[in-house]
């Protein structure tokens, strides 16, 4: 199955993730941001720990269904000698995602600049020992 990938995420975070309950998470990397611009409420989406330049066929990861997206631009400023400031904005995204198995990469689709990471993902019904 192809599907939108979120790349370098904590593996603390996949592990609570994989608890099963809704869980909240904000992103501020600018592919991951793009990403979830791309994808809807109901979508499955690919998650793991490996950074977006390495990703290759076999690697694993976690399958979630995206219950919730929210992108917003947040607004800072910063002081710096008292007499002088600087007005920053950066984009945020919010997703709420909901465990749905273990995956493993198949085929490494769409990794253009700019434009979601797709990945052909096969969702793991067992595991065997080596």
């Known amino acids: 199955m192809m599907v939108a990938a979120l790349t370098g995420i904590s593996s603390h975070v996949i592990?609570?993730?994989?608890?099963?309950?809704p869980r909240t998470i904000e992103l501020q990397s600018a592919h991951n941001v793009i990403t979830l611009s791309e994808v809807n409420p109901g979508d499955h989406i690919?998650?793991?720990?490996i950074a977006p330049e390495d990703i290759s066929a076999g690697?694993?990861?976690i399958i979630l269904?995206?219950?919730m997206v929210s992108i917003s631009m947040k607004r800072m400023v910063e002081?710096?000698?008292?007499?002088?400031?600087?007005?920053?904005?950066?984009t945020s995204a919010r997703v709420q995602l909901k465990y749905c198995g273990t995956s493993i990469i198949k085929e490494v689709g769409d990794k253009a600049c700019c434009k979601a990471t797709r990945l052909d993902?096969?969702?793991?019904?067992?595991?065997?020992?080596?």
Do not use: I, M, N
């Not at 690919?46 to 720990?49: I, V």
């Open 59 to 61: 690697d694993s990861g």
């Open 46 to 49: 690919f998650l793991t720990a």
């Open 121 to 130: 993902v096969v969702k793991c019904t067992c595991f065997h020992a080596v």
């Open 79 to 90: 002081y710096s000698h008292a007499s002088f400031f600087e007005e920053r904005e950066r």
């Open 65 to 67: 269904e995206v219950q």
């Open 15 to 21: 592990s609570d993730l994989k608890l099963g309950k």
